[in-house]
């Protein structure tokens, strides 16, 4: 095997076994692909041939990661097998754009800057290339790097002082520096140091943490409904049924304070005065709890409806106090991008194209704060951010992961909602259809993970925080700082002198 086939392999492999997967999470192995990466731009011969083969390893990394994309595309995409297998593959050859990208950044570096200088610029790629990954295009960032030591804590508390991306940036330097410390001690010393960085302020955040504040009981519900019967109208009676069912069970064993339903959990529009309403508020009128769900809404306007994947937020006088709207909806999935352009058919079935929210805010019950994201909006940093600067004390996630089946696909979501507790410093309530719901404490803890594909009724403490992290309370001027370093870094670039003599690894 030639060596640019095994650092190809390798970066493969590793970001496969890093990340959540059927198999086995090593997170350490996550650091494969930057540092394959690296080394395959580093000693390609041309600027061409670099971008070439780090194109080639990443799509090959994302491919196995992103397999499940087929699942929802096949299965509730109405796509014959033979035309859904090809889009997991189209998805990750345009993912590996971007580590084509990082290795041609990792070339030029090799030949116009030194050793060290190198190595602080491929860190910084990193972060820019996920923040690139997070913005273009809708964004799509699966694949962050800091979320494969999501079960490592001590690790990820970085993230609470520079966020998702620029703890990334930090283990990519720290890996490529292992690397390159073969050629250069200063880079060794730059990694090893990162590294023990990294592991000191984890330690030190988990030590310092505390809580001050006086806990309050949360229920999350999973009602288990299959996602390829749930619209149909024979089976909502049973869906309503089963969802009131567990909530009595939970509140009757923990009496929590508030009760969360998953995404489109009601699978009809709530909001109309209908039979399959009564039940959820003759719930509510039993209890004293308040009650959170998801299901589509509509306004209308003459002949013309406008279509919100909803979260309502009702008191227990089973009256609406308020809800929130998705902002970020999934294309293909609530919207149909270019219709007249794609063969596909719309993965949700039973409603309409879907719009997003506007003018949100937190929904307030009591001394909680809500700040309310809806399935993958959970993976945007700056979706998180928004509601905290909202006013939001408590973050709420409601999603609707059926549509990933048995896969890796809930796991490596649940991960990347991991950071956003750390991020923010807020305890995270998150409940979906078929798993995993699940409750986060601000060091990204996971707490009372729910087994997938079965009914879930379970309650926990958390505490509503007003606290700001550094991240959160900094977050514009570190944008601002990334683009800066990012424009210094391209001028030294650019300005550079060659530097073939260095050592290729």
């Not at 030194?114 to 923040?131: I, Q, S």
């Not at 390829?228 to 309503?240: D, F, N, P, R």
């Not at 509509?298 to 809800?323: E, I, K, P, Q, S």
């Amino acid at each position: 095997m030639q060596p640019r086939h095994f650092f190809i392999l390798a970066t493969a492999v590793g970001t496969w076994l890093g990340h959540a997967n059927p198999l086995a999470q090593l997170p350490l192995a996550a650091l494969l692909l930057p540092a394959g990466l690296m080394v395959l731009g580093q000693n390609a011969g041309t600027i061409r041939e670099a971008f070439r083969q780090a194109w080639l390893a990443g799509s090959l990394a994302a491919l196995g990661c992103l397999y499940w994309v087929y699942w929802p595309v096949q299965q509730f995409g109405g796509v014959h097998w033979l035309l859904a297998l090809p889009v997991p593959v189209l998805l990750s050859l345009a993912m590996g754009a971007y580590f084509g990208l990082f290795g041609l950044a990792a070339h030029l570096a090799a030949r116009r800057l030194t050793a060290l200088t190198g190595l602080f610029f491929l860190g910084v790629c990193w972060m820019l290339m996920e923040l690139a990954v997070a913005t273009l295009l809708s964004g799509f960032p699966w694949l962050t790097l800091s979320a494969a030591f999501v079960p490592w804590s001590v690790v990820v508390q970085p993230a609470a002082y520079i966020g998702a991306y620029g703890l990334s940036g930090v283990l990519a330097l720290v890996a490529c520096g292992a690397v390159c410390g073969r050629g250069s001690r200063a880079c060794a010393a730059v990694s090893a140091t990162a590294a023990l960085l990294i592991l000191g302020l984890g330690w030190q955040h988990l030590r310092a943490y505390a809580e001050d504040g006086p806990p309050r009981t949360v229920a999350v519900v999973q009602g288990n409904i299959d996602q390829s019967l749930k619209w149909e109208a024979a089976y909502q009676k049973a869906t309503v049924a089963r969802y009131v069912d567990l909530s009595r069970k939970v509140q009757i064993t923990a009496n929590p304070a508030l009760i969360v339903w998953p995404e489109t959990s009601m699978p009809f529009y709530f909001q109309d005065d209908t039979p399959l309403r009564k039940p959820v508020l003759d719930f509510l009128a039993s209890t004293n709890a308040t009650l959170l769900l998801g299901a589509p809404a509509y306004t209308r306007r003459g002949d013309d409806y406008t279509l919100f994947n909803r979260a309502f937020l009702l008191d227990g006088n089973a009256a609406v106090r308020n809800w929130y709207d998705k902002e970020h909806l999934v294309p293909f999935g609530e919207y149909m991008p270019l219709p007249a352009w794609l063969p596909l058919e719309k993965l949700v079935h039973g409603v309409g194209d879907f719009a997003p929210g506007r003018a949100q805010k937190a929904l307030h019950t009591g001394d909680l704060a809500l700040g309310v994201l809806v399935c993958y909006e959970a993976i945007f940093p700056g979706l998180a951010q928004q509601r905290v600067s909202q006013g939001a004390n408590l973050i709420v996630i409601i999603s609707n992961d059926a549509w990933f089946g048995a896969t890796s696909a809930p796991m490596q979501h649940l991960n990347l909602t991991a950071l956003r507790a750390i991020e923010q410093g807020r305890w995270i309530v998150r409940s979906t259809n078929t798993g995993i719901s699940a409750f986060i404490d601000p060091l990204g803890r996971i707490h009372r993970a729910g087994p997938q594909f079965e009914p879930l009724a379970a309650a926990w403490q958390v505490h509503a925080r007003t606290q700001s992290t550094v991240y959160h309370a900094f977050y514009v001027p570190l944008l601002i700082g990334a683009g800066v370093l990012a424009a210094l870094f391209a001028a030294l670039l650019i300005l550079g002198g060659g530097n073939s003599s260095r050592n290729r690894h």
